[in-house]
Nanobody
Framework: QVQLVESGGGSVQAGGSLRLSCTAS????????MGWLRQAPGKEREGVGA????????DYSDSVKGRFTISQDNAKNTLFLQMNSLKPEDTAMYYC????????????WGQGTQVTVDS
């Protein structure tokens, strides 16, 4: 059974930092790509960034570029999201997602972890 388990959310003052983690287990086949998405109350879910698990290449949404960094520990099947210079508009539920090469789009999702940034 595939599981993605996020951790590391919480409350922080604007300008502060948080580090989210997502540990994957139960995959059959290689994880091709992992990413972070977020959803604020009353808004649609949006992509934050993603990583190609083979090459390590990353991409980010314009709203977080330069402030957020995605990294991975392949040995531990763990994905990280380092969030610096946090803004109140970063407040959202953050989700980890994954897909294999054969999958079309994000197939596997974590339960989410709440990030709240106070002004």
């Amino acid at each position: 059974q595939v599981q993605l388990v996020e951790s590391g959310g919480g409350s922080v003052q604007a300008g502060g930092s948080l580090r989210l983690s997502c540990t994957a287990s139960g995959f059959t086949g290689t994880i091709y790509r992992m990413g972070w998405l977020r959803q604020a109350p009353g808004k649609e879910r949006e992509g934050v960034g993603a990583i190609n698990c083979r090459s390590g290449s990353t991409d980010y949404s314009d709203s977080v570029k330069g402030r957020f960094t995605i990294s991975q520990d392949n040995a531990k099947n763990t994905l990280f999201l380092q969030m610096n210079s946090l803004k109140p508009e970063d407040t959202a539920m953050y989700y980890c997602a994954a897909r294999r090469v054969i999958d079309s789009g994000w197939i596997y999702w974590g339960q989410g972890t709440q990030v709240t940034v106070d002004s």
